[in-house]
C-alpha cells in the first residue's frame, strides 16, 4: 500500500512506531483498572467521586462502575487485578449497604492502557524525520474527549493549512 501522508495515532502503541519513523518520544504507559458491577442492590442516582480513595463510582444502565486506580507498567506486563479488587473494597467503605459477597460472575473486570507523556500534553504534529507522517497521540485520560479537535488540527497540516490554534507546545520535537 502507498500512502502520501501517514498518521500515527495508535494511543499507547504510539512509541514504537514513532521510533521506526525516527523519532524518539519518550512516552509511557498508564494502565488504568475498572470494575463493572452487575445486578448490584447499591445504585447511587449520580456519580460519586471518592477524594480519600482516588476512585470514581459511576451509576450505569445495568449495575456499577468503579475506576481511578491506574499503574505505569508498559505494554506487556500482565494484569495486577489488586488494583481492581481495591475499587470493589472502597466502594463497599464508601456505600456501607453494598453487597459484601459478590458472585464473580457478576463483576466484570477491565484494563486498558493510556498514552502518557512526562509533560503530561499530547504529540501532535509532523515527524522531524519523516516528513509525510504526523503525530496525534499521548492524550493520557482525555483521548476520546480531544480526538475530533487534533483530528482536525492534523487535517489542517495535511492540507497544508495552519491550525486553528497554536501547536507549538504539542511538537513531536520538544523532548
Known sequence: MVADDVVIATGAFSKHFAAAMGDSIPLDTERGYHLYLLDTDALPTLPITDAEGKFIVTPMADGL????TVEFAGLSAGP???RADALLSGAQRLLPHLRRNFDMSAIRQWMGFRP???D???VIGRSKRSRN???AFGHGH??????PKTGEIVSALISGRAPSIDISHFRPDRF
Open 65 to 68: 462502575r468503579l475506576a481511578g
Open 80 to 82: 495486577n487485578w489488586r
Open 116 to 118: 502518557s507523556l512526562p
Open 120 to 122: 503530561s500534553m499530547p
Open 133 to 135: 507522517v504526523y503525530y
Open 142 to 147: 482525555i483521548g476520546m474527549t480531544t480526538a
